[in-house]
């Protein structure tokens, strides 16, 4: 059973890494069809940093996805450190509110932000609102509630003796906040900035609906690429993107890791102290 | 004490002003002519000639969320069950892929199954025919499949993770044959991660109109392409909100239906 569950999973990842290895030959193959093998070539990829579209393209997606996810995250853990205080029935209108854009299609999220731009651009009696701020406007609400998920958890995770203790200790309110309670959520706002920079980076569906002309982020860029036939240079770009997440999500898992031994360091100290305490008593 | 209630007042100001406000005016969209801005139900009755492509669409993304959940499941609970650092490893593995723009993950399959691509030509070389392999609703099913089995796994492999294993020895213990433990004890335990799989595959999937666009013909027309082309391309606002409200109301029958039959409120994030 054992053998089969491995051996399965593993055909799965093979089904899953198959099209990545399809784009990742075809950067080097000199031909344009990836089906045909025409030699190994780097053409592709001087091609790509030669060309004047492509990059500032990956250039407008980095900046909005910085831009969205630090918005994100100051908003979002802030709303954090405000839901963790309040009345169970205002904290769960606050999540109901968090809920829409998760469970909504992100088409229908797209859509309903292209309506409120166009009303607000016939307000303004402007004949286009979209553009820069519109993307990032709508980056920062889908990103959002990720960050709500990942950073109220450790909020309550906390244990809410230690900002005393600080304070006891001498430390104003400000000094406890900034030197205990933030130190202690850091890994969650750190995997929540990173789930939205990541999502935002690869948003498509959502960003296809309120960008302008003016301001193309890179996936819509690579959909009006795919309606012509393909240029190779792209499946060059996307090996290089993939480097650069698999270098992301290492950095992430390493964090993560040291998190989990941090805890179960501290979950050891804690068992010891009351097992002296138990002995003292 | 530094942090307040007023410190979430930005956030509230902020959601309410771009997700709930927009749901208003896709509303008021959906019940106003386009021309003269009148109230109308014309757009809810149009609708009507779209059923058949709200039926195919849910029905290819159930499909398709089914087979999510048979492949997932098992592949999940082998993660669960491997030491921890493989476990990293094999979740990393499992979700980089959706970091990659699905767009491009989509034209690789189009090379991999064209009438000319990566498995026909295989094939011919071995002297056969080549098959139909793209552009019908097969070929759908295996965009979405691919593309979303990753959020059918992670959340599997979280709950199943957290199934305390005294429970399954408890079991065996009582008598229970390792199909008995399955199906009375592992998988109800691990209904809030099938219910929260189930809504992140169901809902992308059923809402898609790159994968239709690009694996399907004119014949797997999915509501994603009819709600994207009357935004994009037959510029009919008000009947894109209208189609837009029904599915987001579907999407909330089908969410609502799934956590009623599996009897359970709580949903597993991963």
Known sequence: MKTFQRSFTYLVLLFLYIPMLVLAVASFNAGTDPAVWKGFTLHNYSELFADGVLLPMLLNSVIIAVLSSLIATVLGTMACLGMHDMKPRLRNMYMTVTNIPMTNPDIVTGVSLALLFAFAGTLLKMKSVLGFTTLLIAHVTFSLPYIIMSVLPKLSQMDPDLQEAAMDLGCTPRQAFFKVVLHEIMPGVISGALMAFTMSLDDFVISYFVYGPKFVTLPVEIYNYTKKPLQPKIYALFTLLFMVILLVMIIMTVLEAKDEKQQSQRRIAFRGRRKRKEVEG | ?270
């Open chain 2, 1 to 270: 004490m530094i942090h307040t209630k007023r410190l979430a007042t930005p956030y509230i100001v902020w959601m309410v002003l771009f997700t709930v406000v927009p749901l208003g005016i896709v509303f008021y969209y959906a019940f106003t002519d386009s021309i003269t801005g009148q109230f109308t139900l014309e757009n809810i009755v149009r609708i009507q000639s779209y059923m058949p492509i709200f039926i195919k669409s849910i029905w290819l993304a159930l499909i398709s969320t089914l087979v999510c959940l048979i492949i997932g499941y098992p592949v999940a609970y082998y993660i669960a069950q491997c030491p921890p650092s493989r476990q990293r490893l094999l979740y990393l593995l499992v979700m980089l892929p959706m970091c990659i723009s699905f767009l491009l993950r989509t034209m690789a399959w189009v090379s991999l199954l064209d009438d000319t691509g990566i498995i026909n030509r295989f094939i011919q070389a071995m002297g056969m025919k080549p098959l139909p392999l793209i552009r019908n609703n097969g070929a759908v099913v295996l965009g979405m499949v691919y593309n979303y089995l990753p959020y059918m796994i992670l959340p599997l492999y979280s709950v199943i993770l957290k199934i305390d294993s005294r429970l399954i020895e408890a079991a065996q213990d009582l008598g229970c044959n390792s199909p008995q433990v399955f199906t009375k004890v592992i998988f109800p335990l691990s209904m809030p991660g099938v219910i929260s799989g189930f809504t992140m595959v169901f809902v992308p999937a059923v809402s898609t109109f790159y994968i239709s666009q690009k694996l399907g013909s004119s014949g797997t027309t999915l509501i994603g392409d009819v709600i994207e082309s009357q935004f994009k391309a037959a510029y009919n606002p008000n009947l894109g909100a209208a189609l837009s409200l029904i599915l987001m109301v579907l999407v909330f029958i089908c969410i609502g239906i799934t956590r009623r039959v599996s009897g359970t409120e709580e949903v597993a994030m991963p």
